[in-house]
């Protein structure tokens, strides 16, 4: 059985945030080392179009997360968690926020990307030309890359898909290359 069919198993096919039955699809939930299901949830393509592209969201779609913020699932707590701080402003996620309560590793799986510090105190990645690399992003290798304790070499020009972001150093991403996943220096990178 793959992750979609467990996921949908588990969530009896509907997204586990707003309780959707059209289009849905397996979401990691960022940082993810090892993917999985304890580290993806079942989404609706709303849901996911709003969480990877903060421009598009709309708030009142969010009031669902009053249910699905007392998941039993840590991956659906961790983004439960991620879109009530986004939208804290708007007065009630801070409420239900307030609610909340997370384990210490959950909690800081939930702050791995960002999501609840203040812009001064993020840490920034920025490709070669300066362009800030967020998580899911894409990139294209501008060098050849000898990988650290193997004898692959990563070729320049090779894209590495829906990076990941070191939450404690600016230099580094992840990304997976030839079905490895290898940490990468960003002054190595290009966005697509």
């Known amino acids: 059985m793959g992750v979609l069919e467990e996921l949908e198993e588990r969530s009896g096919k509907v997204c586990e945030l707003c309780g959707s039955t059209d289009g849905l699809k397996v979401y990691e939930v960022p940082p993810v080392s090892s993917g999985g299901i304890d580290q993806s949830i079942l989404a609706c393509e709303v849901c996911i ?16 997360l009053n249910d699905s913020m007392w998941s039993e699932q840590e991956a659906v707590k961790v983004v439960a968690w991620r879109m009530l701080f986004r939208l804290k402003n708007e007065g009630w996620p801070k409420d ?41 992003d894409n990139v ?11 004898s692959m070499v990563a070729k320049q020009g090779t894209a590495v898909r ?17 079905g490895q996943q290898i940490v990468i220096i960003t002054k190595y990178v290009k966005k697509t």
């Open 49 to 64: 179009g709003q969480i990877e592209n903060p421009d598009t969201v709309d708030p009142n779609h969010w009031r669902c």
């Open 140 to 150: 294209v290798l501008i060098k050849d890359l000898k990988v650290k304790g193997s």
């Open 162 to 178: 829906r990076i990941s972001l070191d939450p404690e150093n600016a230099e580094y991403i992840e990304g997976k290359v030839d």
């Open 96 to 136: 239900l926020l307030d609610m909340m309560y997370l384990e210490s590793e959950t909690l800081q799986w939930a702050k791995a990307t960002g999501e609840g510090l203040e812009e001064s105190e993020k840490i920034i990645h920025r490709d070669v030309n300066g362009v800030i690399l967020e998580v899911g």
